[in-house]
């Protein structure tokens, strides 16, 4: 069983459409995030939720929602799609209390915006 | 605020060579600090981590790091690499208490040659 999956794994847009990608943890993990990876690998925090409760939300495009409707589900939608939104993002969860710290890592979906 | 620097972007180095990969990074708190790994497009796995103990930290597959608190370092040994070792090793870290933002390093790319 595929701890944090997301899906789709591969998106091909053009620019102005809306999408979304979902993420799910089978792990009973109470927080979840939204990174975003660059062309250069350079990963960066977009979003947080604990307990469906947005707790981290960086600088990002307010064309950026991300919705929790349970702590197992974290979704990202993104309106208006723009070239720069070309980037792999992954999703990744953790248990806020003895984890360690340690986050576990969806897979990635890569998303290319014409 | 927290940073992580990963001094080389990339490494390029013979099988069976050792290697160091390494990571500082600032905080003016008590840190958590993790390696992850990255193989051609998967996800991020978890490769060893540093909470509190022993400074030295090892992973199953022949990976150790070393904590270094006077010098805010955390470099990513190894004594023997193995072609299956080429992938983009990532330093983070978090503080050790709230959610769990971590913050990563820009990346390093490990490239084994025969």
């Known amino acids: 069983d595929t701890a944090v999956s997301q899906t789709p794994k591969y998106l091909v847009t053009q620019m102005g459409n809306d999408k979304s990608i979902k993420c799910e943890q089978n792990?009973?993990?109470?927080?979840m995030y939204w990174y975003k990876q660059d062309s250069k690998k350079f990963l960066k925090i977009m979003f947080s939720?604990?307990?469906?409760?947005?707790?981290i939300n960086e600088t990002v495009p307010n064309r950026f929602s991300p919705k929790s409707p349970d702590k197992a589900h974290l979704n990202l939608h993104i309106n208006s799609l723009e070239l720069g939104d070309s980037a792999v993002y992954f999703c990744a969860s953790h248990r806020t209390s003895g984890s360690g710290g340690e986050l576990f890592f969806g897979e990635g979906s890569r998303l290319t915006v014409l | 605020a927290q940073s992580v620097t990963q001094l080389d972007s990339q490494v390029p180095v013979f099988e069976e060579a050792p290697v160091e990969l390494r990571c500082n990074y600032s905080?003016?708190?008590?840190?958590?600090l993790f390696w992850y790994v990255q193989y051609p497009n998967q996800g991020l796995q978890l490769l060893l981590k540093y909470l509190s103990g022993s400074t030295l930290v090892e992973s199953i597959n022949g990976f150790e790091a070393e904590f270094n608190k006077s010098q805010t370092s955390f470099h990513l040994r190894k004594p023997s690499v193995h072609i299956s070792d080429t992938a983009e090793y990532f330093c983070a870290v978090t503080y050790s208490g709230g959610y769990n933002k971590l913050i990563f390093g820009a990346g390093t790319r490990l490239a084994v040659h025969p």
């Open positions: 905080s003016s708190v008590s840190v958590y």
């Open positions: 939720y604990n307990n469906k409760e947005l707790i």
């Open positions: 792990l009973g993990h109470d927080t």
